[in-house]
């Protein structure tokens, strides 16, 4: 069972925006270790879409964004397209492993 | 660029062990600030880190795998393996290998910024 809970579904129309919350606890986000995005597109391996907390691979758009507070995190689109229909998990540290969330969909409307 | 590929079985048997390769292409797996990673997926669930290795051979594993999991690696080959015994239906799930990058002497920052394309193993008699 993961220890980073995120919501299962976040839905939005195109151009909207929505959030993805990542909620941890003191031995992991808490800590202060940072918190890393994943987007999983159906079928696909997960591909990094966040390090860091804030920071964004080359290539990835700037609709994408990171932020960290306490001992959770937030990813959050802006300007929804089609395209972003997918997967995504946020990752830390936790105690001698690294932790992936639940898993949240997007689901574009 | 770099290029991560998974191979193996497809099938194993229930108490046997599971061997899966990944063969780095386009980049030397001995170049510094990487260790190399598998993780898995259960069919229609989330992602768990099993371990990774540094070109050097230093390993680290998940304590809930330890037991069962050996990493290793064939710099000659570019190459990375996992080995997990006594394997059981529960272990059936996606296996993908990732390319793991550091930017703090701690280890708890680091991330998985490169992945394989996954392969699917099934344990079933």
């Known amino acids: 069972q993961s220890v980073l809970t995120q919501p299962p579904s976040v839905s939005g129309a195109p151009g909207q925006r929505v959030t993805i919350s990542c909620t941890g606890s003191s031995s992991n986000i808490g800590a202060g270790y940072d918190v890393h995005w994943y987007q999983q597109l159906p079928g696909t391996a997960p591909k990094l879409l966040i390090y860091g907390n804030s920071n964004r691979p080359s290539g990835v758009p700037d609709r994408f964004s990171g932020s960290k507070s306490g001992a959770s995190a937030s990813l959050a689109i802006t300007g929804l397209q089609a395209e972003d229909e997918a997967d995504y998990y946020c990752?830390?540290?936790?105690?001698?492993?690294?932790?992936f969330g639940t898993g949240t969909k997007v689901t574009v409307l | 660029q770099v290029q991560l590929q998974e191979s193996g079985p497809g099938l194993v048997k229930p108490s046997q062990t599971l061997s899966l390769t990944c063969t780095v292409s386009?980049?030397?797996?001995?170049?510094?600030?990487?260790?190399w990673s598998w993780i898995r997926q259960h069919p229609g669930k989330g992602l768990e880190w099993i371990g990774y290795i540094h070109y050097s051979g230093s390993t680290d594993y998940n304590p809930s795998l330890r037991s069962r999991v050996i990493i290793s690696v064939d710099t000659s080959k570019n190459q990375f393996s996992l080995k997990l015994s006594s394997v059981t239906a529960a272990d059936t799930a996606v296996f993908y290998c990732?390319?793991?990058?550091?930017?703090?002497?701690?280890?708890?920052?680091?991330?998985?910024?490169?992945w394989g394309r996954g392969t699917l193993l099934t344990v079933s008699s």
């Open positions: 990732a390319r793991t990058t550091y930017y703090y002497a701690n280890s708890a920052f680091r991330y998985f910024d490169l």
């Open positions: 990752q830390s540290y936790d105690i001698s492993l690294y932790v």
């Open positions: 386009g980049g030397s797996i001995s170049s510094g600030g990487y260790y």
